[in-house]
């Protein structure tokens, strides 16, 4: 792969919009699937391991909520790693610990063991191929952006309307271990879309006059800076109360339908009826999203999607019979593929593609403590009440104060201002190519007209979103 190097995101490149992206598209799509389909998925072993293990439902759920927790608190830990040493390289070593950790869980005799192998070694995997891919997928989109956010987010339904049923399968016919054992040999998978993510290359012409600025520019492994915008503090916090309860009702629904006496094929399904309603949610989600109209205003769209969501687990707390989980089941894919379509759009049009890799990694750890305090608690509702009502209930607030938290905020506290570089960086960076453009010599003759279009676009790229006065400061 050649020499590290400080994976910069190259800034005077234009995203395709297309080309290879699309295969970058479809990497960070099986990237997704897995990352977020394999907490919900492994739930569906946890009355086999409560039976093998004498534990109760609160001890099985920190596995799914370790799993998350490893994907959002190793953020800054990732940022560091692809401002260091790149994309594809994080991506492949990620893979490579993803798979270890399921292999060895499948040997394992205590639930700690699981806790530090399934959780803690393959969420580690996980988040060293999620956050890059997703870091990969802003530099190679933007006016499709949105779209392509939609599309990738996709990948998690598909992959739980998969892995849900495939594991029940799995789990009659080879039991636990050897389901455990299969499903990390499927996660090398996360090695071969690591390849995929080619790094952008800079025209050489913009490379050459690019030299002076990053001499006198360095680029940090973790910018701190993005805590000055307040848009950013505002998501960070919404975002962490959402997750508290937002990831609670997949981890129970299906025990919640085996406690009411269904077979377990038919309570597993009842993720696949999630899934298969998430799976168009995410990608129509991404299309209106990109409406000109609606694009400027996503941060109102996301808060709506957060509201709707919560408004479903207060009602799916009453369901009482099977039919009732189906309907629950329905309305929740519809506003949880909304939120998986919206949530890192949102934060890509806030801080924009040279913050990004950087604000990704800490809106992550912020959120991890909350994902690692949501289903373990709502487990030990559980165990003390008996009731599934109280644990819906309890998310349902927690999801519906954070889209207020994000509405109201971003409207009373963010003030509109004029358009100009997001960053010193930029600047720098514009300043310098309108420098060279003004002193391109007239008898240059390879590749001037190709350079003359690079300069008229330059000021456009990567920044429709990110300085409109509705998401941002």
């Given at each position: 792969?050649?020499?590290v190097v400080a994976?910069d995101?190259?800034s005077?490149?234009?995203a395709?919009?297309?080309g ?5 598209l479809?990497g ?5 699937g897995?990352?977020y ?7 569906v072993?946890?009355k ?8 109760g ?19 800054p ?6 401002n ?6 994080v991506?492949l070593?990620g893979?490579?610990?993803a ?10 005799t205590s639930i700690v063991q ?5 959780g ?19 530099r190679y989109?933007?006016?499709?952006r949105?779209?392509?956010?939609g ?6 339904p ?10 029940q399968?799995l789990?009659h016919?080879y039991g636990w271990?050897?389901?455990f ?6 996660l090398l ?7 995929l ?11 050459a ?5 990053e001499?006198?520019v360095k680029k ?15 998501y960070t916090?919404a ?9 609670v009702p ?6 919640y ?5 269904y077979?377990?094929t038919?309570a ?6 999630l ?8 990608p ?15 941060v109102y ?5 957060m509201?709707?969501?919560g408004?479903?687990?207060l009602?799916g ?6 039919s ?13 593929g909304m939120?998986g379509?919206l ?6 049009a806030i801080?924009g593609?040279q ?6 990694g ?9 994902v690692l305090?949501?289903p373990?608690?709502a487990?030990?509702?559980?165990d ?9 209930i ?7 104060t ?9 409207f009373f ?11 010193k ?6 300043e310098?190519l ?9 008898d240059?003759?390879v590749?001037s007209?190709?350079v003359?279009q ?5 000021p456009?790229?990567n920044?429709e979103?990110v300085t ?6």
């Amino acid at each position: 792969m050649g020499a590290v190097v400080a994976d910069d995101g190259p800034s005077g490149v234009k995203a395709p919009d297309g080309g290879w992206g699309w295969a970058v598209l479809f990497g960070c799509f099986i990237i997704t699937g897995f990352s977020y389909a394999f907490p919900k998925a492994v739930s569906v072993f946890f009355k086999e391991l409560i039976r093998e293990f004498g534990i109760g439902y609160s001890d099985t759920a920190w596995i799914s909520s370790i799993l998350l927790a490893m994907l959002y608190g190793t953020g800054p830990l990732c940022s560091v790693c692809v401002n260091r040493f790149g994309c594809r390289p994080v991506m492949l070593v990620g893979g490579l610990f993803a798979s270890l950790g399921m292999v060895i869980a499948s040997f394992c005799t205590s639930i700690v063991q699981i806790y530090l192998t399934a959780g803690v070694i393959t969420g580690l995997g996980l988040a060293l191929n999620f956050q890059p891919s997703l870091i990969m997928l802003n530099r190679y989109f933007d006016k499709r952006r949105p779209l392509a956010n939609g599309l990738s987010a996709a990948g998690s339904p598909v992959f739980l309307c998969a892995l849900s049923p495939l594991g029940q399968i799995l789990q009659h016919e080879y039991g636990w271990r050897g389901g455990f054992l299969i499903l990390g040999g499927m996660l090398l998978n996360c090695c071969v879309c690591g390849a995929l993510m080619r790094p952008l290359e800079p025209p050489k012409k913009a490379e050459a006059s690019k030299e002076p600025t990053e001499k006198k520019v360095k680029k940090k492994l973790l910018d701190f800076s993005v805590f000055k915008d307040g848009g950013f503090v505002i998501y960070t916090l919404a975002a962490s109360i959402m997750v508290l309860g937002l990831f609670v009702p997949p981890v129970f629904v299906v025990s919640y339908a085996k406690d009411l006496g269904y077979q377990d094929t038919k309570a597993a399904f009842l993720l696949t009826i999630l899934g298969f309603i998430d799976i168009f949610a995410r990608p129509i989600c991404g299309m209106v999203a990109g409406l000109k109209w609606v694009r400027p205003r996503c941060v109102y769209l996301f808060s709506f999607a957060m509201i709707f969501n919560g408004f479903t687990d207060l009602m799916g707390s009453m369901s009482v019979d099977y039919s009732g989980l189906v309907v629950f089941c329905i309305f929740f894919g519809i506003s949880y593929g909304m939120v998986g379509a919206l949530q890192f759009e949102v934060l890509m049009a806030i801080v924009g593609t040279q913050k990004f890799s950087s604000a990704i990694g800490l809106v992550l750890l912020a959120e991890a403590m909350a994902v690692l305090i949501g289903p373990p608690s709502a487990g030990k509702l559980l165990d003390a009440t008996g009731r599934y009502m109280f644990v819906f209930i309890i998310a349902g607030i927690e999801v519906t104060t954070s889209a207020l938290v994000l509405a109201l905020g971003n409207f009373f506290c963010i003030k509109k201002k004029t358009e100009e570089p997001h960053t010193k960086e930029e600047a720098a960076e514009r300043e310098e190519l309108n420098k060279s453009e003004e002193k391109t010599p007239e008898d240059a003759k390879v590749d001037s007209i190709e350079v003359e279009q690079f300069l008229k676009d330059e000021p456009e790229k990567n920044g429709e979103v990110v300085t409109n006065p509705e998401t941002c400061v």
